[in-house]
Protein backbone atom coordinates (compact mmCIF):
# COMPACT_ATOMS: atom_id res chain seq x y z
CA UNK A 1 0.00 0.00 0.00
CA UNK A 2 1.32 3.37 -0.74
CA UNK A 3 2.11 5.99 1.71
CA UNK A 4 2.00 9.69 1.66
CA UNK A 5 4.36 11.51 3.92
CA UNK A 6 3.11 13.62 6.46
CA UNK A 7 3.95 17.22 6.59
CA UNK A 8 6.79 17.86 9.40
CA UNK A 9 6.57 20.49 11.90
CA UNK A 10 8.56 23.49 10.57
CA UNK A 11 12.38 23.78 10.53
CA UNK A 12 13.00 25.33 7.29
CA UNK A 13 13.21 29.37 7.06
CA UNK A 14 10.97 28.88 3.66
CA UNK A 15 11.81 32.36 2.45
CA UNK A 16 15.71 31.77 2.66
CA UNK A 17 15.36 28.82 0.97
CA UNK A 18 12.86 30.36 -2.04
CA UNK A 19 15.80 32.73 -2.54
CA UNK A 20 17.49 30.23 -4.51
CA UNK A 21 16.69 31.17 -8.48
CA UNK A 22 17.75 27.50 -10.03
CA UNK A 23 20.78 29.54 -11.43
CA UNK A 24 23.08 26.64 -11.32
CA UNK A 25 26.35 28.78 -10.79
CA UNK A 26 27.08 26.99 -7.27
CA UNK A 27 27.29 23.81 -8.98
CA UNK A 28 31.06 23.97 -10.56
CA UNK A 29 32.00 24.89 -6.34
CA UNK A 30 30.56 22.01 -5.05
CA UNK A 31 32.59 18.97 -4.32
CA UNK A 32 30.21 16.41 -4.40
CA UNK A 33 28.59 17.62 -7.63
CA UNK A 34 32.17 17.65 -8.84
CA UNK A 35 32.69 14.16 -8.05
CA UNK A 36 29.33 12.76 -8.05
CA UNK A 37 27.86 14.97 -10.96
CA UNK A 38 24.49 14.37 -9.31
CA UNK A 39 21.70 17.19 -8.96
CA UNK A 40 20.77 15.94 -5.75
CA UNK A 41 24.23 15.77 -4.28
CA UNK A 42 24.47 19.99 -5.54
CA UNK A 43 23.46 22.85 -3.48
CA UNK A 44 20.36 23.17 -5.73
CA UNK A 45 19.36 19.78 -5.37
CA UNK A 46 19.58 19.44 -1.46
CA UNK A 47 17.72 23.05 -1.00
CA UNK A 48 15.27 21.06 -3.37
CA UNK A 49 15.26 17.99 -1.67
CA UNK A 50 14.94 20.35 1.54
CA UNK A 51 11.69 21.97 0.64
CA UNK A 52 10.41 18.73 -0.76
CA UNK A 53 10.76 17.10 2.85
CA UNK A 54 9.29 20.19 4.70
CA UNK A 55 6.17 20.26 2.49
CA UNK A 56 5.63 16.89 3.20
CA UNK A 57 6.10 15.12 -0.91
CA UNK A 58 9.07 13.29 -0.06
CA UNK A 59 9.61 11.25 3.01
CA UNK A 60 12.79 12.08 5.56
CA UNK A 61 13.91 8.49 4.54
CA UNK A 62 17.12 7.03 3.60
CA UNK A 63 17.47 8.62 -0.08
CA UNK A 64 16.80 12.26 1.06
CA UNK A 65 18.98 11.56 4.23
CA UNK A 66 21.73 10.01 2.74
CA UNK A 67 22.35 13.72 -0.15
CA UNK A 68 22.07 15.45 3.05
CA UNK A 69 25.17 13.63 4.51
CA UNK A 70 26.75 13.85 1.32
CA UNK A 71 27.09 17.44 2.31
CA UNK A 72 30.58 18.46 3.30
CA UNK A 73 29.09 21.29 4.92
CA UNK A 74 31.95 23.49 3.08
CA UNK A 75 29.96 26.67 2.15
CA UNK A 76 31.87 26.99 -1.18
CA UNK A 77 28.05 27.14 -2.61
CA UNK A 78 27.38 30.33 -0.31
CA UNK A 79 30.66 32.29 -1.59
CA UNK A 80 30.05 31.74 -5.70
CA UNK A 81 26.07 32.16 -4.97
CA UNK A 82 24.52 35.31 -6.88
CA UNK A 83 21.48 35.40 -4.71
CA UNK A 84 23.02 35.68 -1.24
CA UNK A 85 21.65 32.34 -0.50
CA UNK A 86 22.24 30.82 3.24
CA UNK A 87 23.08 27.29 2.92
CA UNK A 88 24.42 26.48 5.87
CA UNK A 89 21.92 27.92 8.00
CA UNK A 90 19.19 26.03 5.66
CA UNK A 91 21.49 22.83 5.84
CA UNK A 92 22.20 23.06 9.69
CA UNK A 93 18.53 23.55 10.57
CA UNK A 94 17.45 20.52 8.10
CA UNK A 95 20.16 19.02 9.91
CA UNK A 96 18.88 19.22 13.18
CA UNK A 97 15.37 17.95 11.69
CA UNK A 98 17.16 14.87 10.45
CA UNK A 99 18.90 13.93 13.86
CA UNK A 100 15.66 14.73 16.07
CA UNK A 101 13.42 12.57 13.58
CA UNK A 102 15.13 9.76 11.36
CA UNK A 103 16.53 6.69 12.72
CA UNK A 104 20.25 6.28 11.81
CA UNK A 105 21.98 2.43 11.90
CA UNK A 106 23.52 1.52 14.98
CA UNK A 107 26.55 2.13 13.67
CA UNK A 108 26.29 5.44 12.39
CA UNK A 109 24.23 6.26 15.71
CA UNK A 110 27.22 5.06 18.24
CA UNK A 111 29.72 6.83 15.94
CA UNK A 112 27.79 10.16 15.89
CA UNK A 113 26.57 10.35 19.44
CA UNK A 114 29.31 8.33 21.12
CA UNK A 115 32.24 8.05 19.44
CA UNK A 116 32.58 11.90 17.76
CA UNK A 117 30.10 13.67 20.47
CA UNK A 118 31.11 11.81 23.52
CA UNK A 119 35.23 12.35 23.04
CA UNK A 120 35.99 15.35 20.35
CA UNK A 121 34.76 18.19 22.40
CA UNK A 122 36.29 17.09 25.65
CA UNK A 123 40.57 17.46 25.66
CA UNK A 124 41.17 14.97 28.60
CA UNK A 125 38.68 12.46 27.18
CA UNK A 126 40.57 12.41 23.29
CA UNK A 127 43.92 12.38 25.09
CA UNK A 128 42.54 9.19 26.57
CA UNK A 129 41.18 7.76 23.49
CA UNK A 130 44.56 8.57 21.58
CA UNK A 131 46.29 6.19 24.34
CA UNK A 132 44.87 2.64 22.58
CA UNK A 133 45.03 4.05 19.16
CA UNK A 134 48.65 5.00 19.58
CA UNK A 135 49.64 1.62 21.20
CA UNK A 136 48.03 0.09 18.57
CA UNK A 137 50.22 1.97 15.90
CA UNK A 138 53.42 1.62 17.90
CA UNK A 139 52.89 -2.25 17.62
CA UNK A 140 52.33 -2.20 13.60
CA UNK A 141 48.34 -3.93 15.27
CA UNK A 142 46.61 -1.34 13.04
CA UNK A 143 47.23 -3.43 10.29
CA UNK A 144 44.59 -6.23 11.23
CA UNK A 145 41.79 -3.74 12.27
CA UNK A 146 39.34 -3.40 9.43
CA UNK A 147 40.14 -0.48 6.28
CA UNK A 148 37.69 1.79 8.14
CA UNK A 149 38.71 1.91 11.24
CA UNK A 150 42.36 1.71 10.04
CA UNK A 151 42.05 4.88 7.80
CA UNK A 152 40.79 6.50 10.63
CA UNK A 153 43.84 5.75 13.13
CA UNK A 154 45.87 6.94 9.82
CA UNK A 155 44.64 10.54 10.66
CA UNK A 156 46.79 10.69 14.29
CA UNK A 157 49.37 12.53 13.92
CA UNK A 158 52.82 11.03 14.99
CA UNK A 159 54.07 14.21 16.00
CA UNK A 160 50.90 15.21 18.02
CA UNK A 161 52.03 17.40 20.50
CA UNK A 162 49.14 18.53 23.90
CA UNK A 163 49.37 21.83 25.46
CA UNK A 164 47.44 23.74 27.94
CA UNK A 165 48.28 27.57 27.54
CA UNK A 166 48.81 29.65 29.99
CA UNK A 167 46.22 32.25 31.10
CA UNK A 168 48.52 35.13 30.43
CA UNK A 169 51.31 35.37 27.74
CA UNK A 170 52.83 38.98 27.95
CA UNK A 171 53.96 40.60 24.62
CA UNK A 172 57.32 40.13 24.37
CA UNK A 173 57.78 43.29 21.87
CA UNK A 174 59.04 46.42 22.69
CA UNK A 175 55.88 48.35 21.94
CA UNK A 176 52.78 47.06 23.24
CA UNK A 177 50.29 46.97 21.08
CA UNK A 178 46.94 45.70 22.70
CA UNK A 179 45.59 42.63 24.47
CA UNK A 180 43.54 40.09 22.58
CA UNK A 181 41.81 36.88 23.71
CA UNK A 182 42.56 33.56 22.91
CA UNK A 183 40.49 30.05 21.98
CA UNK A 184 42.34 27.05 22.27
CA UNK A 185 40.10 24.74 20.38
CA UNK A 186 39.61 21.04 21.36
CA UNK A 187 41.57 19.28 18.86
CA UNK A 188 44.05 22.42 18.29
CA UNK A 189 44.99 21.72 22.37
CA UNK A 190 45.07 18.40 21.95
CA UNK A 191 47.45 17.61 18.91
CA UNK A 192 48.65 20.82 18.11
CA UNK A 193 49.57 22.02 21.19
CA UNK A 194 52.43 23.60 19.51
CA UNK A 195 50.28 25.09 17.08
CA UNK A 196 48.78 27.05 19.67
CA UNK A 197 51.96 27.90 21.15
CA UNK A 198 53.32 29.32 17.74
CA UNK A 199 50.59 31.33 17.60
CA UNK A 200 50.64 32.51 20.85
CA UNK A 201 54.20 33.33 20.30
CA UNK A 202 53.16 35.25 17.14
CA UNK A 203 50.62 37.52 18.89
CA UNK A 204 53.13 38.35 21.70
CA UNK A 205 55.87 39.39 19.34
CA UNK A 206 53.49 41.37 17.08
CA UNK A 207 53.25 43.46 20.92
CA UNK A 208 50.21 41.47 22.32
CA UNK A 209 49.55 40.19 25.83
CA UNK A 210 47.04 36.94 25.03
CA UNK A 211 44.76 35.95 27.70
CA UNK A 212 43.69 32.76 27.56
CA UNK A 213 40.79 31.86 29.80
CA UNK A 214 39.97 28.41 31.59
CA UNK A 215 36.76 28.64 31.57
CA UNK A 216 36.52 28.39 27.88
CA UNK A 217 35.12 25.45 26.67
CA UNK A 218 34.34 23.67 22.79
CA UNK A 219 33.21 26.52 20.15
CA UNK A 220 29.77 24.11 19.30
CA UNK A 221 31.58 23.80 15.70
CA UNK A 222 31.11 20.44 16.14
CA UNK A 223 27.55 20.08 17.18
CA UNK A 224 26.69 22.77 14.81
CA UNK A 225 27.84 21.32 11.52
CA UNK A 226 26.23 17.91 12.60
CA UNK A 227 22.78 19.07 13.59
CA UNK A 228 22.91 19.68 17.51
CA UNK A 229 21.93 22.95 17.36
CA UNK A 230 20.74 22.78 21.23
CA UNK A 231 24.36 21.66 22.03
CA UNK A 232 26.18 24.36 20.01
CA UNK A 233 23.79 26.71 21.91
CA UNK A 234 25.33 25.62 25.28
CA UNK A 235 28.55 25.66 24.06
CA UNK A 236 28.13 29.89 22.37
CA UNK A 237 26.59 30.39 25.98
CA UNK A 238 29.63 28.84 27.76
CA UNK A 239 32.62 30.67 25.50
CA UNK A 240 30.58 33.95 25.74
CA UNK A 241 30.36 33.83 29.61
CA UNK A 242 34.31 33.07 29.51
CA UNK A 243 35.39 35.99 27.49
CA UNK A 244 32.90 39.15 28.13
CA UNK A 245 34.54 39.75 31.55
CA UNK A 246 37.75 40.67 30.18
CA UNK A 247 38.94 43.64 28.07
CA UNK A 248 40.07 42.54 24.86
CA UNK A 249 40.99 44.40 21.56
CA UNK A 250 39.66 41.00 19.99
CA UNK A 251 39.44 36.73 20.09
CA UNK A 252 41.30 35.44 18.27
CA UNK A 253 41.14 31.72 16.88
CA UNK A 254 43.96 29.62 14.52
CA UNK A 255 41.39 26.82 13.63
CA UNK A 256 38.84 27.83 10.37
CA UNK A 257 36.15 25.39 11.47
CA UNK A 258 35.93 26.81 15.18
CA UNK A 259 36.36 30.44 13.91
CA UNK A 260 33.36 30.54 11.38
CA UNK A 261 30.99 28.98 13.89
CA UNK A 262 32.33 31.65 16.41
CA UNK A 263 31.81 34.33 14.11
CA UNK A 264 28.13 33.22 13.99
CA UNK A 265 27.49 32.59 17.82
CA UNK A 266 24.74 35.93 16.83
CA UNK A 267 22.77 33.88 14.84
CA UNK A 268 23.12 30.52 16.76
CA UNK A 269 21.35 32.57 19.13
CA UNK A 270 19.03 35.14 17.91
CA UNK A 271 15.88 33.26 19.41
CA UNK A 272 17.42 33.88 22.88
CA UNK A 273 16.63 36.98 24.06
CA UNK A 274 18.93 36.61 27.02
CA UNK A 275 21.90 35.72 25.05
CA UNK A 276 21.20 36.88 21.34
CA UNK A 277 22.67 40.45 21.81
CA UNK A 278 26.04 39.09 23.81
CA UNK A 279 26.41 36.14 21.04
CA UNK A 280 26.47 39.19 18.51
CA UNK A 281 28.81 41.23 20.67
CA UNK A 282 31.23 38.48 20.95
CA UNK A 283 31.17 37.25 17.73
CA UNK A 284 32.18 40.94 16.41
CA UNK A 285 35.18 40.58 18.36
CA UNK A 286 36.42 37.38 16.29
CA UNK A 287 38.88 37.28 14.29
CA UNK A 288 41.32 34.20 13.12
CA UNK A 289 44.79 34.51 13.24
CA UNK A 290 45.52 35.07 9.98
CA UNK A 291 43.46 38.32 9.73
CA UNK A 292 44.53 39.66 13.02
CA UNK A 293 48.52 39.22 11.95
CA UNK A 294 47.67 40.92 8.44
CA UNK A 295 45.89 43.83 9.75
CA UNK A 296 48.79 43.94 12.50
CA UNK A 297 50.85 44.50 10.04
CA UNK A 298 53.43 42.28 11.03
CA UNK A 299 54.66 39.08 11.44
CA UNK A 300 57.30 39.15 13.43
CA UNK A 301 57.48 42.67 14.80
CA UNK A 302 60.21 43.10 12.92
CA UNK A 303 59.65 41.62 9.23
CA UNK A 304 63.30 42.49 8.51
CA UNK A 305 63.72 39.17 10.63
CA UNK A 306 61.56 37.22 7.92
CA UNK A 307 63.51 37.38 4.79
CA UNK A 308 64.72 34.22 5.22
CA UNK A 309 65.74 32.93 1.40
CA UNK A 310 62.88 29.87 0.91
CA UNK A 311 64.04 28.17 -2.17
CA UNK A 312 61.54 25.52 -1.52
CA UNK A 313 57.88 25.64 -3.55
CA UNK A 314 55.22 25.94 -1.37
CA UNK A 315 51.53 25.99 -1.41
CA UNK A 316 48.33 27.68 0.60
CA UNK A 317 45.11 25.16 0.75
CA UNK A 318 42.12 27.27 1.48
CA UNK A 319 39.92 25.65 4.34
CA UNK A 320 36.86 25.77 3.47
CA UNK A 321 35.68 27.42 6.34
CA UNK A 322 38.31 30.15 6.33
CA UNK A 323 37.99 31.51 2.76
CA UNK A 324 34.03 30.43 2.52
CA UNK A 325 31.89 31.75 5.51
CA UNK A 326 34.75 33.95 6.31
CA UNK A 327 35.84 34.99 3.32
CA UNK A 328 39.48 35.08 4.41
CA UNK A 329 41.54 33.78 1.40
CA UNK A 330 44.21 37.32 0.58
CA UNK A 331 45.71 37.41 4.32
CA UNK A 332 47.37 33.53 4.66
CA UNK A 333 48.74 34.55 0.86
CA UNK A 334 50.13 37.81 2.11
CA UNK A 335 51.47 36.20 5.37
CA UNK A 336 53.23 33.25 3.45
CA UNK A 337 54.80 35.86 0.92
CA UNK A 338 56.53 38.24 3.68
CA UNK A 339 58.68 34.78 3.59
CA UNK A 340 58.56 32.74 0.82
CA UNK A 341 58.02 35.29 -2.05
CA UNK A 342 57.83 34.06 -5.37
CA UNK A 343 57.73 30.30 -4.01
CA UNK A 344 54.68 30.55 -3.29
CA UNK A 345 53.04 28.51 -6.13
CA UNK A 346 48.80 28.27 -6.20
CA UNK A 347 47.12 25.26 -5.50
CA UNK A 348 45.03 24.29 -8.36
CA UNK A 349 41.13 24.15 -6.87
CA UNK A 350 42.83 24.81 -3.50
CA UNK A 351 39.27 26.05 -2.30
CA UNK A 352 37.91 22.57 -2.93
CA UNK A 353 37.71 20.72 0.07
CA UNK A 354 39.85 18.32 0.93
CA UNK A 355 37.50 15.41 2.52
CA UNK A 356 37.81 16.16 6.10
CA UNK A 357 34.93 18.38 6.70
CA UNK A 358 35.06 18.20 11.08
CA UNK A 359 34.18 14.44 11.37
CA UNK A 360 32.99 13.68 7.39
CA UNK A 361 35.71 11.75 6.97
CA UNK A 362 34.57 9.51 10.03
CA UNK A 363 30.94 9.62 8.63
CA UNK A 364 31.45 9.52 5.11
CA UNK A 365 34.98 7.84 4.34
CA UNK A 366 34.23 7.07 0.61
CA UNK A 367 33.43 10.38 -0.50
CA UNK A 368 36.18 12.08 2.01
CA UNK A 369 38.66 9.97 0.31
CA UNK A 370 37.63 10.43 -3.32
CA UNK A 371 38.33 14.62 -2.51
CA UNK A 372 41.48 13.52 -0.52
CA UNK A 373 43.02 11.72 -3.29
CA UNK A 374 42.02 14.68 -5.99
CA UNK A 375 43.49 17.52 -3.33
CA UNK A 376 46.30 15.03 -3.45
CA UNK A 377 46.73 14.83 -7.11
CA UNK A 378 46.29 18.62 -7.39
CA UNK A 379 49.71 18.66 -4.84
CA UNK A 380 51.51 16.84 -6.35
CA UNK A 381 50.53 18.30 -9.74
CA UNK A 382 52.48 21.59 -9.01
CA UNK A 383 55.28 19.85 -7.05
CA UNK A 384 54.93 21.84 -3.75
CA UNK A 385 57.11 20.42 -1.06
CA UNK A 386 55.59 22.25 1.85
CA UNK A 387 51.82 22.65 1.68
CA UNK A 388 50.17 25.19 4.23
CA UNK A 389 47.19 25.55 5.71
CA UNK A 390 44.83 26.85 8.98
CA UNK A 391 42.56 23.97 10.09
CA UNK A 392 43.59 20.79 11.93
CA UNK A 393 41.29 18.93 10.15
CA UNK A 394 42.90 19.57 6.65
CA UNK A 395 45.91 19.14 7.89
CA UNK A 396 45.38 15.37 9.15
CA UNK A 397 43.46 14.55 6.06
CA UNK A 398 46.11 16.01 3.52
CA UNK A 399 48.94 14.43 5.37
CA UNK A 400 47.29 11.20 5.24
CA UNK A 401 46.53 11.90 1.72
CA UNK A 402 49.83 12.27 1.04
CA UNK A 403 51.18 9.21 2.95
CA UNK A 404 48.87 7.07 1.09
CA UNK A 405 50.17 8.29 -2.23
CA UNK A 406 53.99 7.59 -1.06
CA UNK A 407 54.99 10.93 -0.98
CA UNK A 408 55.22 11.77 2.86
CA UNK A 409 58.36 13.71 2.35
CA UNK A 410 55.78 16.69 1.15
CA UNK A 411 55.63 18.74 4.74
CA UNK A 412 51.96 20.03 5.87
CA UNK A 413 51.34 22.11 8.35
CA UNK A 414 50.13 24.95 10.28
CA UNK A 415 50.28 28.23 8.62
CA UNK A 416 51.26 29.91 12.14
CA UNK A 417 54.24 26.78 12.72
CA UNK A 418 55.17 27.82 9.18
CA UNK A 419 55.80 31.15 10.41
CA UNK A 420 56.97 30.72 13.67
CA UNK A 421 59.72 28.38 12.48
CA UNK A 422 61.02 30.74 9.57
CA UNK A 423 60.77 33.81 12.21
CA UNK A 424 63.36 32.26 14.38
CA UNK A 425 65.30 31.24 11.40
CA UNK A 426 65.15 27.31 12.09
CA UNK A 427 63.39 26.16 8.86
CA UNK A 428 63.73 22.17 8.30
CA UNK A 429 63.27 23.16 4.94
CA UNK A 430 66.28 24.95 4.33
CA UNK A 431 68.34 22.93 6.46
CA UNK A 432 67.38 20.04 4.57
CA UNK A 433 68.88 21.78 1.21
S1 LIG B 1 23.99 29.76 -7.01
FE1 LIG B 1 22.51 30.22 -5.37
S2 LIG B 1 20.64 30.74 -6.45
FE2 LIG B 1 21.95 29.73 -7.95
S3 LIG B 1 21.34 27.54 -7.84
FE3 LIG B 1 23.05 27.80 -6.42
S4 LIG B 1 22.08 28.20 -4.45
FE4 LIG B 1 20.50 28.55 -6.01
S1 LIG C 1 28.11 23.04 1.45
FE1 LIG C 1 29.72 22.30 0.04
S2 LIG C 1 29.17 20.14 -0.38
FE2 LIG C 1 27.36 21.11 0.54
S3 LIG C 1 26.13 21.80 -1.18
FE3 LIG C 1 27.41 23.55 -0.62
S4 LIG C 1 29.26 23.36 -1.90
FE4 LIG C 1 28.19 21.38 -1.97
Redesign the pocket.
Known sequence: MKTTPTRPERFLDYDKSLACIHCGL?LS?????LETGNEN???RG?IYLMRAVQDGRLPLAGVAVKHFD?????????AVCPSGVQ??EL?EHTRDHVEKNFARSWFQTFLRRVAIEQIFPFPWRMKLALLPARLLKKLRADKLLPALARDALNLIPADASAAKLPEISPATAQAKRGRVGFIEGCVMQVMFGKTNKASVALLNRAGFDVLTPTEQGCCGALYAHSGRLEQARECARQNIAAFERLELDGIVINAAGCGSTLKEYGALLRDDPEWAGRGKNFSRRVKDLTEWLAAAGSVYGNDAEAETKFATKVTYHDA?HLA?PQRITRQPRELLRVIVGENLVELPESDV?CGSAGSYNLTEPEMAARLQRRKTENILRIGAKVVVTTNPGCILQIRAGLQRAGHADVEVLHLADFLERQGRGASKVAEAE
Open positions: CSCPTYDSPRLCLGCRACEYGLCHC
